[in-house]
């Protein structure tokens, strides 16, 4: 079992930046890939950026890219990302999400292949 800890929501301007922070707790020993996933409001969850074990893998949505970075310190049992150019757009409770995998440069944008998540952290970005 993994639990997942989110960090470092809150409330920014447009233009701001904010970095989220995922702490994992627990059987960290393995290899796992991390995500980061974002549920607008009135709106369906979606798949922000996503990072394989080893790091050397990453995704991002088309609307973050660019702006986005995501990065993980598996030492500390960490996952990071940092959002600049923040907008409006942006509002939303973020999640971490994490899974085993048997591969350190797999990585995956489903949810479904998630099998870990965070309770959440909102973002709330003000025009």
């Known amino acids: 079992q993994v639990q997942l800890v989110e960090s470092g929501g809150g409330l920014v301007q447009a233009g701001g930046s904010l970095r989220l922070s995922c702490a994992a707790s627990g059987r960290t020993y393995d290899m796992y890939i991390m995500g980061w996933f974002r549920q607008p409001p009135g709106k369906e969850r979606e798949s922000v950026a996503a990072?394989?074990?080893?790091?050397?893998?990453?995704w991002y949505a088309t609307s973050v890219k660019g702006r986005f970075t995501i990065s993980r310190d598996n030492a500390k049992n960490t996952v990071h990302l940092q959002m600049n150019s923040l907008k409006a757009e942006d509002t939303a409770v973020y999640y971490c999400a994490a899974d085993r995998s048997d591969s350190d440069n797999y990585y995956t944008t489903r949810a479904e292949n998630y099998g870990y998540w965070g309770q959440g952290t909102q973002v709330t970005v003000s025009s």
């Open positions: 990072i394989s074990w080893s790091g050397a893998n990453t």
